[in-house]
């Protein structure tokens, strides 16, 4: 599966911006999904994940409230929202699928297909 990350930027702090990870592949739609970040110097960390039904969301606690993660399994994407950004949200964002429903969304070990990332800028 080729994930496709789009949409990150240079926003300045408190501005909005919209992530998407797209797929041609038609069983994206079984998958479960994630976003993942890397600052740097840092180790990557889980963001947000949501299942493959979108029936269930999950978020990190530094961005709980402020980001909002959703699916069109019908354009085989996930969204990313972020909204009030902040400079330490600055960092390269990747999305991430899993091919076993089961494992826990917040484990990096537990995705098997990496987007190449895009970087979001927040400036104070």
């Known amino acids: 599966v080729q994930l496709q990350a789009s949409g990150g930027g240079l926003v300045q702090a408190g501005e909005s911006l919209r992530l998407s990870c797209a797929t041609s592949?038609?069983?994206?739609?079984?998958?479960?999904v994630a976003w993942f970040r890397q600052a740097p110097g840092k180790e990557r960390e889980f963001v947000s994940a949501?299942?493959?039904?979108?029936?269930?969301?999950y978020y990190a606690d530094s961005v709980k409230g402020r980001f909002t993660i959703s699916r069109d399994n019908a354009r085989n994407t996930v969204y990313l929202q972020m909204s009030s950004l902040k400079p330490e949200d600055t960092a390269v964002y990747y999305c991430?699928?899993?091919?076993?429903?089961?494992?826990?969304?917040?484990?990096?070990?537990?995705?098997?297909?990496w987007g190449q990332g895009t970087q979001v800028t927040v400036s104070s």
């Open positions: 592949e038609r069983t994206f739609k079984t998958k479960n």
């Open positions: 949501i299942t493959w039904s979108g029936g269930f969301t």
């Open positions: 991430a699928a899993a091919r076993n429903v089961l494992s826990s969304l917040r484990e990096i070990t537990a995705y098997d297909y």
